[in-house]
């Protein structure tokens, strides 16, 4: 009975991660949390929307908020090629996509490889931190972020924003195409 149990202690103890790259530095996200990684598309701009936020796609039918992660966490901005990843996720119960430099694996580590940051930073540093944990795996350092405290309640509301002001933009165009038609028809018709 202890070997029928052993591999189900074995996956206990281990996460899957999606580990990607910005500049030098590795980070990962939880894999339940990625809804699919798609590569770059068209994305509209918003107006009047942060700096970090690249704009919105449509997506299957739904519009979705785009986030350069780069830029969201400081950092100088890149031009995006076709092959650029975008990462959806799902934050606040809402599908994000994430603009990364590049998708490196889907990768299980032991729970026993991640420090949780609570363990190595001072005292004074609040318990909900966008660091879950750090990773040392083939000499490389993965910081392991936390989705859920990736954006504070302000930027998810310019992200719901931005969704909600595409989506009004587009009822608006096709609004405005079907008028343009009816007056096209009543115009051949005279």
């Known amino acids: 009975m202890a070997t029928?149990?052993?591999?189900?202690?074995?996956?206990?103890?281990?996460?899957?991660?999606?580990?990607?790259?910005?500049?030098?530095?590795?980070?990962?996200?939880?894999?339940?949390?990625?809804?699919?990684?798609?590569?770059?598309?068209?994305?509209?701009?918003?107006?009047?929307s942060e700096p970090w936020l690249e704009g919105v796609i449509n997506y299957h039918g739904s519009f979705l908020p785009v986030v350069n992660l780069r830029c969201h966490f400081g950092m100088e901005a890149i031009p995006h090629h076709w092959h650029t990843p975008i990462i959806l996720a799902h934050i606040a119960s809402r599908?994000?996509?994430?603009?990364?430099?590049?998708?490196?694996d889907v990768v299980a580590f032991s729970l026993k490889q991640i420090v949780a940051p609570l363990s190595i930073l001072p005292a004074s540093v609040p318990e909900h931190l966008l660091l879950k944990g750090i990773v040392q795996a083939e000499g490389q350092t993965i910081l392991f972020l936390d989705l859920a405290h990736l954006f504070n309640p302000?930027?998810?509301?310019?992200l719901e924003a931005a969704t909600r002001a595409l989506a009004e933009q587009e009822t608006q165009n096709q609004a405005g195409a079907a008028s343009t038609e009816e007056e096209a028809s009543r115009i051949e018709g005279t």
């Open 4 to 48: 029928a149990q052993q591999p189900l202690n074995t996956l206990q103890e281990k996460i899957n991660l999606v580990t990607f790259r910005l500049n030098a530095v590795h980070y990962a996200f939880a894999v339940e949390s990625i809804q699919e990684i798609i590569e770059m598309v068209t994305i509209t701009p918003i107006l009047k």
């Open 154 to 158: 302000e930027q998810i509301q310019a």
């Open 95 to 104: 599908p994000v996509g994430l603009i990364v430099d590049e998708v490196l």
